[in-house]
């Protein structure tokens, strides 16, 4: 008979009270397990969420950095229509001098000669050269090539270059939008919706529309006095000998004048004249100056405006029935003995003058006053994205962008330059500082869920 053993059954029941609670610790690691699980794969879906937000703000500034590049080189495509409009102007005051002075140099008046005698043989011989430009002035007539090559510009700067600024203006906003929704279409390929907001966007009022005489048309003016073919021709060449003795000081002259210039209107218009002014002598006014014109082309900027040189409307085609001292006098303001003009010759210009059409200067668009002289010029905006999560969460983050100007080096006066829409030197970069409240939104389950918040991995 086996003896009777107290404790057996006291050492079944404490081996039944450890399986209970290796139990009860299996449940809570299980539950710890699952939910660091849960959190897990929130924060991978916050992660892969707040890249595909920072990708798409990115390719926004993108958008906005080639908008505002391409709003820069259409500005300098303006000014460089312009130098284009100021050659043609003037070659078609050139091209009727040319072809004027070829008809005085065939009709002899003054002849070919007596230029070389009085002020050398290659003034001479230019004068000859004319004959080649015979015809010359048709190029410059009013339906002539040269006017139809300036109106043409002239079409190319209002009309298709202001359209274009007026739709990337116009479309900008729309057309960043399309950029970030593409960008987030590509990492969410099984969503066709995205709950997405715009924040923060300082687009409205950044750029504003300016009249070209304000800045532009200075800026032109600075431009073409690169081009010694567009500085003013301006040349006198004297004899050198003594012609009357009443005034040994005096000389023949010859005379090259010329001009182009951008009025107060943003038109364009160029004067060129060539004068041999021979000096004569009378008892009644002494010594002065008898005009021949030898050549002579104006392109005025419209119909009604003045050469603003001494000239007269109507000038007689000779001077047989009067003398040219005495028609000076009845008919003119002009001085024929200490003045530096060529006047008859800018009379003829002017009866003869063509006209080709043209619009003036064209408004343009550059930063708003305000954002260029504030230290902060970036075009700023931040996005907010809501998009389903694990378990049933909304999650959401937040990212910003900006499209700022800088200049890829120094410039040469060292001076700081502002912001403009003349450089394109606009770029683009994330910008998670300028985002009120951090760039990670709170993870949430509807109404009731808790807010959620961590640190980007």
């Not at 798409?56 to 080189?73: D, E, F, I």
């Not at 919706?193 to 048309?217: I, M, S, T």
């Not at 010694?228 to 000389?251: D, I, Y």
């Not at 300028?434 to 961590?454: D, E, F, K, L």
Request: aromatic content about 10%; charged content about 15%.
């Amino acid at each position: 008979m086996m003896p009777y053993a107290p404790h057996a059954g006291l050492a079944s029941r404490q081996q039944g009270q450890a399986l209970a609670l290796g139990m009860i610790l299996a449940g809570l690691a299980a539950i710890a397990l699952i939910r660091y699980f849960a959190v897990g794969q929130v924060v991978a879906a916050k992660a892969r969420q707040l890249h595909a937000l920072d990708a798409a703000a990115y390719s926004g500034a993108l958008v906005q950095a080639r908008a505002l590049n391409m709003l820069s080189y259409l500005n300098r495509a303006q000014v460089g229509h312009q130098v284009a409009m100021a050659h043609l102007v003037t070659l078609g005051s050139w091209a009727a001098l040319g072809g004027h002075e070829a008809r005085q140099v065939a009709a002899g008046n003054p002849p070919a000669y007596l230029i070389s005698m009085l002020f050398g043989p290659e003034h001479g011989a230019a004068y000859l050269a004319a004959r080649s430009a015979a015809g010359f002035e048709a190029l410059a007539a009013t339906h002539g090539s040269l006017a139809n090559a300036y109106a043409a510009h002239d079409r190319v700067v209002h009309e298709v270059f202001g359209a274009v600024q007026d739709e990337i203006v116009d479309g900008l906003p729309k057309a960043r939008m399309a950029a970030v929704r593409a960008v987030l279409q590509q990492n969410y390929p099984e969503s066709a919706k995205f709950d997405l907001a715009v924040l923060d966007d300082n687009w409205e009022g950044y750029l504003r529309r300016y009249l070209a005489q304000q800045w532009l048309r200075p800026f032109i003016q600075q431009s073409v006095q690169m081009y010694e073919f567009l500085l003013p021709r301006k040349g006198t060449q004297s004899n050198p000998w003594v012609v009357h003795a009443e005034c040994p000081w005096m000389r023949h002259e010859l005379r090259r004048r010329g001009a182009t210039e951008l009025d107060a209107s943003g038109r364009w218009q160029s004067l060129d004249t060539q004068s041999f002014h021979a000096l004569r002598s009378n008892r009644w006014i002494g010594c002065y100056y008898r005009e021949y014109p030898m050549g002579w082309g104006w392109i005025p900027p419209d119909r009604q405006s003045s050469a603003g040189v001494p000239h007269v409307d109507n000038p007689p085609d000779d001077f047989s029935a009067q003398d040219f001292w005495r028609w000076v006098q009845d008919a003119t303001q002009w001085d024929i003995i200490s003045g530096d003009a060529n006047p008859l010759a800018n009379s003829r210009a002017v009866a003869s003058r063509p006209y080709w059409a043209g619009q003036g200067l064209p408004a343009y668009f550059d930063i708003a006053g305000d954002a260029g002289t504030q230290a902060n010029t970036s075009l700023r905006f931040s996005l907010e994205l809501k998009h389903p999560g694990p378990e049933g969460l909304t999650v959401v983050t937040r990212s910003s962008a900006a499209t700022f100007f800088e200049r890829p080096e120094s410039r040469l006066d060292q001076r700081t330059e502002l912001a403009n829409l003349f450089h394109p030197y606009w770029q683009a970069r994330l910008d998670s500082a300028s985002i009120a409240g951090g760039r990670h939104g709170p993870v949430q389950a509807g109404a009731a869920a808790g807010n959620m918040t961590g640190a980007r991995p």
